[in-house]
């Protein structure tokens, strides 16, 4: 499986390690490739598998089920047949290796570099530039660092389409110049490791050079993307990057670099080549010119720039692939407003094994153009290589010795008609052609993964980390009184509660307050402006579930979940704008001391502890593997991983989860706190005037601590509550006194077509399930299943037309939730009633919807 940067490693390798190998990904409403972490990895047992070979040689073995990217969608593979087109990407990266804790750059180092170019202590320039370092956290900067990758490939750009400097202010400056979708892509990479970088600048420059040919006088649209930053620039600069004009800078290939993996090393060849390698590129329609690296030098330091080609000569044979020794390229020189400079030259083989060599391994970074091109010329020459014709061309050498001249057909296909015909997207997706599939027998285990991309597989969730749950706010406003502004409404919070894979939300917090906000969850939010004191008895638990520590949650998921306050996610997350039917009220005197009345709007909330919570599942699977083997413990599937509660890996993993319930009760609340915000906005009132009160919020997936009676005995036992949610009676000791005549509100979703339910927990659930009831309707289908029947855009104009309003961030994902890929609701609360484990109250129609 390859990963973002380029390295791969197999899908068996995979069992252990995979929660730090970021995979990629095809963003298929865009063909566009993206990265994705893994959620879980499963394997299963298989008897046969499916093996496909295609026109260009790519070969796959796959099961039956497993989905296979076509132009026309999706399709199993078992439903694939020879001469059917699939879509693949060519580029294949290096194996990926584990790189060392090696230093390369210490704080100290830093501090002394600042020394040398004049920023000291005076002023406290110094200690703010090493203050923004610390900050970051990048320093020490070690090999497994992970802000490296991108560094190198920051670097690899800037020693060739990027300048380096330092004002006579001792103020640093990275300047970085392409074309717009690579510094995109550049920014996105800044903003990864904690920098943003302004607007990119666009503005056309006239240019006069003079070569030993004439004076060529030309204007030109140059884009510029600048990151002020000195203790960014600096920390380049001490990693080896040449500060000022690089004609007259005299540098080679950094000394730590030489001694990185062979996948960090592509990492900087491949944004250097993107900034600075000719494109693939034929001579006569078949057979591809040379690539050239070209460096200009002032006279005086020819013989360093021969030296830097050099070393990446000697970088690009550790890939296997040939090149000539550097040429100075006289025709090239010219007089600049610098001075004279002299043009070098360093050439890669064009023999088509080199060049496959070159574009599968190392390719091109920061360059979406050649990057396409070399994914093309990699099955183009694959194709060129099994389609010739050897007859007839032998011929005699120079030295007399027979030689094979090797040629195509006159009619093979050009490399231009190629690109037209088999490019698939902007970002490198080739269309190749099945040549042969055969279904084999097989005895043996087969691997599959999910990743937290577009979908929130809920697969993880069978770990239970993330306290998904449900929340329901009343309002004093009828349906006719919001009806006229719904559309206002929906936009509102669309725009104020983010929603979708990857979100952010605007609450900002240090790590030392997020760890707060692990132990005390909605009181937190309380405590800060984000909640109002009597919200805390309206959610389970008070909301915070006892025995966090954030001692046991990992530095990875911190960063994933910091940022997350107060958003939606992806997946069947939702906010939705409910109309309370008279005819859907069940039982009157409940609904009422529950503050709703017909014709009522309300407002019901899904989410969960976003990305923080998968990540502390990832961290604890490994662990409970490890667990198991130790008890010989065995279980149906690893996503069913578990350890004894008396074990430490088990309260450890415990105190992780419950530091992720806690921050999904926060996050809940912040959302909460949208809400109330936008209502205000929108009716020119303030919240608490328009009713604004949490009826409840009730978790599910989830693990806790619950008494319950156990053959005759009352006893402390651990409930997991997967697809389930609590339903305790009255009377129960954990209710707030405001839920003890009534019992515990109970909200069960259904999809967004059809609505959902407020029930009331009973005594029954109690006794028969652990005080437990469902948790919404189920679904009847996948979610590939619900896109292959459903169109999104449809789907959205279809909900519009039954006065159902909605926003969703993806297309696809909206598909995924419509409502025909759910049970009836109404049959399964009359389920659920009948069986007594809890009794409904009052059915909620939808009338606007955000999905993610």
Same mark, same amino acid.
């Given at each position: 499986?390859? /990963?973002?940067?380029?390295?791969?490693?197999?899908?068996?390798?995979?069992?252990?390690?995979?929660?730090?190998?970021?995979?990629?990904?095809?963003?298929?409403?865009?063909?566009?490739?993206?990265?994705?972490?893994?959620?879980?990895?499963?394997?299963?047992?298989?008897?046969?598998?499916?093996?496909?070979?295609?026109?260009?040689?790519?070969?796959?073995?796959?099961?039956?089920?497993?989905?296979?990217?076509?132009?026309?969608?999706?399709?199993?593979?078992?439903?694939?047949?020879?001469?059917?087109?699939?879509?693949?990407?060519?580029?294949?990266?290096?194996?990926?290796?584990?790189?060392?804790?090696?230093?390369?750059?210490?704080?100290?180092?830093?501090?002394?570099?600042?020394?040398?170019?004049?920023?000291?202590?005076?002023?406290?320039?110094?200690?703010?530039?090493?203050?923004?370092?610390?900050?970051?956290?990048?320093?020490?900067?070690?090999?497994?660092?992970?802000?490296?990758?991108?560094?190198?490939?920051?670097?690899?750009?800037?020693?060739?389409?990027?300048?380096?400097?330092?004002?006579?202010?001792?103020?640093?400056?990275?300047?970085?110049?392409?074309?717009?979708?690579?510094?995109?892509?550049?920014?996105?990479?800044?903003?990864?490791?904690?920098?943003?970088?302004?607007?990119?600048?666009?503005?056309?420059?006239?240019?006069?050079?003079?070569?030993?040919?004439?004076?060529?006088?030309?204007?030109?649209?140059?884009?510029?993307?600048?990151?002020?930053?000195?203790?960014?620039?600096?920390?380049?600069?001490?990693?080896?990057?040449?500060?000022?004009?690089?004609?007259?800078?005299?540098?080679?290939?950094?000394?730590?670099?030489?001694?990185?993996?062979?996948?960090?090393?592509?990492?900087?060849?491949?944004?250097?080549?993107?900034?600075?390698?000719?494109?693939?590129?034929?001579?006569?329609?078949?057979?591809?010119?040379?690539?050239?690296?070209?460096?200009?030098?002032?006279?005086?330091?020819?013989?360093?720039?021969?030296?830097?080609?050099?070393?990446?000569?000697?970088?690009?044979?550790?890939?296997?692939?040939?090149?000539?020794?550097?040429?100075?390229?006289?025709?090239?020189?010219?007089?600049?407003?610098?001075?004279?400079?002299?043009?070098?030259?360093?050439?890669?083989?064009?023999?088509?094994?080199?060049?496959?060599?070159?574009?599968?391994?190392?390719?091109?970074?920061?360059?979406?153009?050649?990057?396409?091109?070399?994914?093309?010329?990699?099955?183009?020459?694959?194709?060129?290589?099994?389609?010739?014709?050897?007859?007839?061309?032998?011929?005699?050498?120079?030295?007399?010795?027979?030689?094979?001249?090797?040629?195509?057909?006159?009619?093979?296909?050009?490399?231009?008609?190629?690109?037209?015909?088999?490019?698939?997207?902007?970002?490198?997706?080739?269309?190749?052609?099945?040549?042969?599939?055969?279904?084999?027998?097989?005895?043996?285990?087969?691997?599959?993964?999910?990743?937290?991309?577009?979908?929130?597989?809920?697969?993880?969730?069978?770990?239970?980390?993330?306290?998904?749950?449900?929340?329901?706010?009343?309002?004093?406003?009828?349906?006719?009184?919001?009806?006229?502004?719904?559309?206002?409404?929906?936009?509102?919070?669309?725009?104020?509660?983010?929603?979708?894979?990857?979100?952010?939300?605007?609450?900002?917090?240090?790590?030392?307050?997020?760890?707060?906000?692990?132990?005390?969850?909605?009181?937190?939010?309380?405590?800060?402006?984000?909640?109002?004191?009597?919200?805390?008895?309206?959610?389970?638990?008070?909301?915070?579930?006892?025995?966090?520590?954030?001692?046991?949650?990992?530095?990875?998921?911190?960063?994933?979940?910091?940022?997350?306050?107060?958003?939606?996610?992806?997946? /069947?997350?939702?906010?939705?704008?409910?109309?309370?039917?008279?005819?859907?009220?069940?039982?009157?005197?409940?609904?009422?001391?529950?503050?709703?009345?017909?014709?009522?709007?309300?407002?019901?909330?899904?989410?969960?502890?976003?990305?923080?919570?998968?990540?502390?599942?990832?961290?604890?699977?490994?662990?409970?593997?490890?667990?198991?083997?130790?008890?010989?413990?065995?279980?149906?599937?690893?996503?069913?991983?578990?350890?004894?509660?008396?074990?430490?890996?088990?309260?450890?993993?415990?105190?992780?989860?419950?530091?992720?319930? /806690?921050?999904?009760?926060?996050?809940?609340?912040?959302?909460?706190?949208?809400?109330?915000?936008?209502?205000?906005?929108?009716?020119?009132?303030?919240?608490?005037?328009?009713?604004?009160?949490?009826?409840?919020?009730?978790?599910?997936?989830?693990?806790?601590?619950?008494?319950?009676?156990?053959?005759?005995?009352?006893?402390?036992?651990?409930?997991?509550?997967?697809?389930?949610?609590?339903?305790?009676?009255?009377?129960?000791?954990?209710?707030?006194?405001?839920?003890?005549?009534?019992?515990?509100?109970?909200?069960?979703?259904?999809?967004?077509?059809?609505?959902?339910?407020?029930?009331?927990?009973?005594?029954?659930?109690?006794?028969?399930?652990?005080?437990?009831?469902?948790?919404?309707?189920?679904?009847?289908?996948?979610?590939?299943?619900?896109?292959?029947?459903?169109?999104?855009?449809?789907?959205?104009?279809?909900?519009?037309?039954?006065?159902?309003?909605?926003?969703?961030?993806?297309?696809?994902?909206?598909?995924?939730?419509?409502?025909?890929?759910?049970?009836?609701?109404?049959?399964?609360?009359?389920?659920?009633?009948?069986?007594?484990?809890?009794?409904?109250?009052?059915?909620?129609?939808?009338?606007?919807?955000?999905?993610?």
């Amino acid at each position: 499986m390859l /990963n973002r940067f380029g390295s791969w490693k197999t899908i068996r390798e995979l069992e252990s390690g995979w929660q730090k190998f970021p995979v990629s990904v095809v963003n298929l409403k865009v063909n566009d490739c993206a990265s994705a972490n893994i959620a879980v990895l499963m394997r299963k047992k298989a008897d046969h598998l499916y093996h496909i070979r295609t026109k260009s040689g790519k070969y796959l073995r796959a099961s039956g089920d497993h989905p296979v990217y076509t132009p026309e969608g999706m399709k199993d593979a078992s439903d694939l047949n020879a001469g059917d087109e699939i879509v693949t990407y060519p580029f294949s990266g290096v194996e990926h290796e584990e790189p060392s804790a090696d230093t390369i750059v210490t704080i100290d180092d830093v501090a002394a570099h600042l020394d040398r170019i004049g920023i000291t202590d005076r002023g406290n320039a110094k200690a703010q530039v090493l203050s923004q370092l610390k900050r970051l956290g990048i320093l020490p900067l070690r090999y497994d660092s992970p802000q490296l990758p991108i560094l190198i490939k920051i670097m690899g750009f800037v020693f060739g389409d990027g300048v380096l400097t330092f004002l006579k202010n001792r103020k640093g400056f990275v300047h970085f110049y392409g074309q717009e979708e690579d510094l995109e892509s550049i920014r996105d990479d800044l903003r990864s490791i904690g920098l943003t970088a302004q607007n990119i600048h666009k503005r056309t420059r006239k240019h006069e050079i003079r070569t030993q040919y004439s004076l060529v006088r030309f204007e030109a649209e140059e884009k510029l993307l600048l990151k002020k930053s000195t203790g960014f620039a600096a920390l380049l600069a001490m990693l080896g990057v040449p500060a000022g004009r690089k004609t007259h800078a005299a540098y080679r290939m950094p000394e730590w670099l030489k001694k990185a993996r062979l996948w960090q090393k592509r990492l900087f060849l491949s944004a250097l080549f993107g900034a600075e390698m000719s494109k693939p590129k034929t001579l006569n329609r078949y057979n591809f010119y040379c690539p050239q690296l070209n460096m200009n030098k002032a006279q005086h330091l020819l013989d360093n720039g021969n030296a830097f080609l050099a070393d990446i000569r000697d970088m690009l044979a550790e890939f296997g692939v040939d090149s000539k020794a550097p040429v100075r390229v006289a025709g090239n020189d010219y007089h600049g407003v610098h001075g004279p400079t002299n043009s070098l030259r360093l050439l890669i083989l064009s023999n088509p094994a080199n060049l496959i060599r070159l574009y599968e391994k190392i390719g091109f970074s920061y360059n979406r153009k050649r990057q396409k091109l070399a994914c093309l010329a990699i099955d183009y020459l694959r194709l060129k290589e099994s389609a010739i014709n050897a007859k007839d061309s032998v011929v005699a050498g120079h030295d007399g010795n027979l030689l094979i001249k090797r040629r195509v057909n006159a009619k093979f296909i050009s490399f231009g008609e190629f690109v037209a015909t088999n490019s698939f997207g902007d970002h490198g997706l080739t269309v190749d052609r099945i040549e042969e599939i055969e279904r084999a027998p097989y005895d043996g285990y087969v691997y599959d993964f999910t990743v937290n991309h577009k979908d929130h597989n809920f697969i993880a969730d069978n770990v239970v980390t993330h306290n998904c749950g449900m929340r329901l706010i009343t309002t004093n406003l009828t349906y006719d009184q919001v009806k006229p502004k719904l559309r206002e409404l929906v936009d509102t919070f669309f725009r104020s509660v983010p929603s979708g894979v990857g979100a952010k939300g605007f609450v900002k917090t240090s790590k030392s307050q997020f760890e707060e906000m692990m132990t005390t969850g909605v009181k937190w939010c309380v405590d800060n402006g984000y909640g109002w004191k009597e919200d805390i008895e309206r959610v389970e638990e008070y909301g915070v579930i006892k025995g966090a520590d954030p001692g046991k949650v990992s530095s990875e998921a911190v960063s994933r979940g910091i940022n997350q306050l107060g958003t939606l996610g992806s997946g /069947n997350h939702y906010l939705e704008i409910q109309h309370v039917l008279p005819e859907r009220i069940h039982d009157p005197a409940i609904a009422e001391q529950f503050g709703i009345f017909p014709n009522q709007v309300v407002v019901m909330v899904h989410c969960g502890s976003r990305g923080f919570g998968h990540q502390i599942a990832t961290d604890y699977l490994r662990v409970f593997d490890k667990v198991m083997q130790e008890h010989k413990m065995v279980v149906r599937d690893r996503e069913l991983a578990c350890a004894p509660f008396s074990t430490q890996q088990a309260r450890d993993y415990y105190g992780a989860m419950a530091c992720a319930a /806690n921050m999904a009760f926060a996050n809940r609340q912040v959302i909460v706190h949208r809400i109330r915000e936008g209502f205000a906005k929108v009716f020119g009132q303030p919240a608490e005037d328009l009713g604004l009160n949490i009826v409840y919020d009730v978790a599910h997936n989830i693990a806790k601590i619950e008494e319950h009676m156990l053959d005759g005995k009352r006893k402390k036992v651990i409930v997991h509550r997967k697809g389930s949610t609590r339903s305790f009676g009255p009377g129960h000791e954990e209710l707030a006194p405001m839920f003890q005549k009534t019992g515990q509100p109970v909200i069960l979703g259904g999809s967004m077509e059809t609505g959902s339910y407020l029930l009331v927990g009973t005594k029954k659930a109690e006794m028969d399930t652990f005080g437990s009831t469902a948790h919404g309707s189920g679904r009847t289908m996948s979610r590939t299943r619900a896109k292959q029947l459903v169109r999104g855009d449809q789907l959205q104009q279809d909900m519009e037309r039954k006065g159902i309003y909605v926003k969703a961030a993806s297309m696809p994902g909206l598909a995924e939730e419509a409502g025909m890929a759910y049970k009836d609701i109404a049959d399964v609360v009359e389920a659920v009633d009948r069986a007594g484990i809890s009794r409904k109250v009052v059915g909620l129609r939808p009338i606007g919807n955000i999905k993610g």
